[in-house]
């Protein structure tokens, strides 16, 4: 089974970040650059307190590549408590299927097609995301469309679901969530390495020069622009790889969401080298009372057991990656 949506995984990149727990009167350039690293990661710690849940819409293309496939809006929410993450997404799609010809302008190769020349359109109905010291999975439900190339979408029951196993602690099992969560005007702490200048704007802004990358893979120069006035949120960050003058990553905010300590952007804007768009608009911050029904619901969904014939797990938790197409209920 090959789904285009799980290449979203490579489109994923993002920027860096913010300031700290010292009152908005204070100067960023009262503060030693030595230190601003230290205040980054103590605002994102803070962003992502144990004991709190976030909901919040993503609006994105169906597919990354091909934008005549429409968007596709995910109602999206994440908890944390003590050493666990769980984050459950569920899409809606604004248009059926296209059809497309092998070779345009989206790269649809053979692979792509059946025997009878229909186009296969995967598209992810729900996804459900575990991270703990035990565990670290995902489990996603998928539909297959075929597409005619008279545009008929032919219905084929096509539902699959695939299981993915990562090693404890392996990011790329968050790596939706870190993306989105740049948006947010947070999580850029892990992507800054060395702060070259911090200088202040007008409107009360702060401007931050810095050497980083995006999980170490697109190493860079970051600008970040800070609003001291909102807890230090990124207001704007941009980042240029190295020996290119065209950004991979451009991101932006604003308004404010609070609750207790946690502080994020209402709403946010990331673009991939000025193509693909990501919008966020976070609609509640909440604690955490009593039993946590999220993270239930989804370590149901990652325990359900997995039918015969329309499933697969892909297992990365060894050095070659594994397909196991499911040829018995399992879980």
């Given at each position: 089974m090959v789904s285009r949506e799980s290449s979203f995984n490579e489109v994923a990149v993002v920027i860096l970040i913010v300031l700290s727990l010292f009152p908005s009167t204070l100067l960023c350039a009262e503060v030693r650059q030595g230190d601003l690293l230290n205040l980054l990661s103590e605002k994102d710690r803070i962003s992502n307190g144990v004991g709190y849940q976030t909901s919040f819409q993503v609006t994105r293309l169906a597919d990354p590549f091909d934008p005549n496939q429409g968007m596709v809006v995910i109602e999206c929410a994440v908890s944390r408590t003590e050493h666990v993450f769980a984050m459950k997404m569920i899409y809606h799609y604004e248009d059926p299927p296209t059809f497309a010809h092998i070779g345009s302008n989206s790269d649809y190769r053979s692979v792509d097609y059946d025997a009878h020349g229909n186009l296969i359109v995967w598209r992810t109905l729900e996804k459900y995301i575990l991270s703990t010291p035990e565990r670290n999975d995902n489990i996603e439900k998928l539909k297959s469309f075929f597409v005619?190339?008279?545009?008929?979408?032919?219905?084929?029951?096509?539902?699959?679901?695939?299981?993915?196993?990562?090693?404890?602690?392996?990011?790329?099992?968050?790596?939706?969530?870190?993306?989105?969560?740049?948006?947010?005007?947070?999580?850029?702490?892990?992507?800054?390495?060395?702060?070259?200048?911090?200088?202040?704007?007008?409107?009360?802004?702060?401007?931050?020069?810095?050497?980083?990358?995006?999980?170490?893979?697109?190493?860079?120069?970051?600008?970040?622009?800070?609003?001291?006035?909102?807890?230090?949120?990124?207001?704007?960050?941009?980042?240029?790889?190295?020996?290119?003058?065209?950004?991979?990553?451009?991101?932006?905010?604003?308004?404010?969401?609070?609750?207790?300590?946690?502080?994020?952007?209402?709403?946010?804007?990331?673009?991939?080298?000025?193509?693909?768009?990501?919008?966020?608009?976070?609609?509640?911050?909440?604690?955490?009372?009593?039993?946590?029904?999220?993270?239930?619901?989804?370590?149901?969904?990652?325990?359900?057991?997995?039918?015969?014939?329309?499933?697969?797990?892909?297992?990365?938790?060894?050095?070659?990656?594994?397909?196991?197409?499911?040829?018995?209920?399992?879980?």
């Open positions: 005619t190339p008279d545009g008929k979408v032919l219905d084929k029951s096509g539902n699959h679901t695939k299981l993915t196993r990562f090693p404890i602690g392996n990011p790329n099992n968050m790596y939706e969530f870190n993306m989105y969560q740049l948006a947010t005007g947070r999580g850029f702490s892990t992507h800054l390495a060395t702060v070259r200048s911090v200088e202040s704007l007008p409107l009360g802004l702060t401007k931050v020069t810095a050497r980083g990358s995006y999980w170490s893979s697109l190493p860079g120069t970051w600008e970040l622009t800070l609003d001291p006035n909102s807890d230090y949120l990124v207001r704007k960050a941009i980042l240029t790889p190295d020996g290119r003058h065209i950004p991979a990553i451009e991101v932006t905010s604003t308004g404010l969401v609070a609750k207790d300590l946690v502080q994020i952007a209402r709403n946010g804007k990331t673009t991939c080298l000025n193509v693909f768009e990501v919008l966020i608009e976070v609609r509640d911050i909440s604690k955490v009372v009593g039993r946590n029904v999220l993270y239930d619901e989804v370590l149901s969904r990652l325990n359900s057991p997995l039918c015969s014939g329309k499933a697969e797990i892909m297992d990365y938790r060894s050095e070659k990656a594994v397909r196991i197409p499911v040829k018995h209920a399992t879980q």
